[in-house]
């Protein structure tokens, strides 16, 4: 473990590590949204209560689980630049948040999409929706600290402080649905125990969650890797690569 | 260079790790004091034992019970007894019910507790559990001889049953999972 985050002090590394598993990502998150939207909003069967509406899910859960993933994601990058200083987990940090942010846009938007028919309200304060807000307020908050502050260390320590600190809010939204009386639904879909839906529904969830996550590893590499060109464009390396490729 | 823990920054790390446990402590304690609040409704057995205040707006959840739903065949008016199937709420209400409100169904009921014992309702609510299914696999059940509530444990083992090809329900055990 520590020989790994050795290697990851070296921006030049994971410049040239990413760029060979940048296009398996891809093609990966292609194929598994392809194949996980055309099943589960063509071929899937309708709920027994809710009919159709019930699709919604096939974005609704693999957006919400990106929402908790990416923000955990940013947390640990934070650690790790605060304790060792390695510059690319900060990049990768200011790399996923805006598609943290817009993960729990789209879990809040597509839940109250669903809530409308459903339940017969698009919003209500209950624990679940109420802490998914939250954690949307924290994902705009670390992307304005980060360009809050003249200078860039400053502003990655705060943004690393607020993302492990705002962590502490994860648990409380995977919790809520059990701790408290919430109008939002357990969770159907768990990781490990039991799923409350046969295999002709779940499938396509969990093609479409991998397919999510997929996604956002590809365009994690591929945004870091942008954010490594730019940040260390007067080093030496870059220099070359850049004149090599002319 | 290395990378391991120096005495530097293994102490960084202690201060980081001790600012979010004290956080973490700050957010448990509120979120414990503020535990009665952040449930969404009140059951009946916390308005049976007094908790809820009367004619103020409060929350009520629970299950439909069966056979309770009386509507007034010339108005939108429609009575029902919510319960947690311990104790019984009797609900009033006058207005369009979403979809998904049928008799056995979860609902979180806005309006005011009256004096009389009954709940005023402004605004009802349908809960869904989270267990989805085909129609024909609910269909199977009910011919089953399950009750809509046996749903919510039996539903994925059932399922599965008749995935397998042994749709006949025999040997259902209590929902153990």
């Known amino acids: 473990m520590w020989a790994f985050i050795n290697k990851l002090r070296s921006p030049k590394w994971f410049y040239a590590i990413g760029a060979r598993l940048q296009p398996f990502f891809w093609v990966a998150a292609a194929a598994l949204i392809l194949v996980g939207t055309v099943w589960g909003l063509a071929f899937a069967p309708a709920d027994y209560q809710q009919g159709n509406s019930f699709r919604i899910i096939y974005v609704h859960v693999p957006s919400a689980f990106l929402a908790q993933s990416i923000f955990v994601s940013m947390a640990v990058c934070g650690l790790v630049y605060m304790v060792w200083k390695i510059k690319v987990a900060d990049m990768a940090a200011a790399m996923m948040a805006p598609l943290g942010a817009a993960m729990t846009f789209v879990s809040l938007f597509s839940g109250a999409v669903w809530g409308v028919p459903t339940w017969g309200t698009w919003w209500m304060w209950d624990a679940r929706l109420t802490s998914m807000l939250i954690l949307l307020f924290l994902y705009l908050g670390v992307i304005a600290l980060r360009g809050a502050f003249a200078s860039r ?26 701790w408290w009386y ?3 639904q357990p969770a159907t879909f768990t990781i490990t125990g039991r799923v409350g839906m046969p295999m002709e529904m779940w499938a396509p969830l969990l093609i479409m969650v991998l397919g999510f996550y997929s996604f956002f590893i590809a365009l994690t590499l591929m945004r870091t890797r942008s954010e490594i060109l730019r940040r260390e464009s007067n080093k030496r390396w870059v220099r070359d690569l850049a004149g090599g490729e002319r | 260079m290395t990378l391991s823990l120096t005495p530097k920054r293994k102490q960084k790390l202690y201060v980081i790790l001790g600012l979010v446990a004290l956080a973490a402590v700050a957010v448990g304690l509120t979120l414990y004091a503020l535990r009665a609040n952040i449930n969404l409704f009140f059951s009946p057995v916390q308005i049976a034992a007094g908790e809820a205040p009367y004619e103020r707006q409060i929350r009520a959840g629970g299950m439909v019970r069966e056979g309770t739903v009386v509507r007034n065949p010339d108005s939108l008016d429609v009575e029902f007894t919510v319960t947690d199937y311990v104790d019984d709420l009797r609900v009033h209400y006058s207005g369009i019910l979403p979809d998904l409100f049928r008799e056995g169904q979860g609902v979180v009921v806005v309006g005011q507790l009256q004096h009389d014992g009954y709940l005023k309702a402004d605004q009802v609510l349908a809960r869904h559990d989270e267990n989805y299914m085909p129609p024909e696999v609910a269909q199977a059940l ?21 995935e397998a090809g042994e749709a006949n329900g025999d040997g259902a055990t209590s929902g153990s999972y």
């Open chain 1, 153 to 178: 260390d400053s502003a990655s320590r705060a943004a690393s402080v607020l993302a492990m600190v705002g962590v502490i809010n994860i648990p409380i939204i995977k919790y809520s649905v059990d």
């Open chain 1, 182 to 184: 919430t109008l939002h």
């Open chain 2, 142 to 162: 009910e011919e089953a001889g399950y009750k809509p509530e046996d749903f919510q444990q039996k539903a994925a083992e059932v399922a599965k049953r008749l």
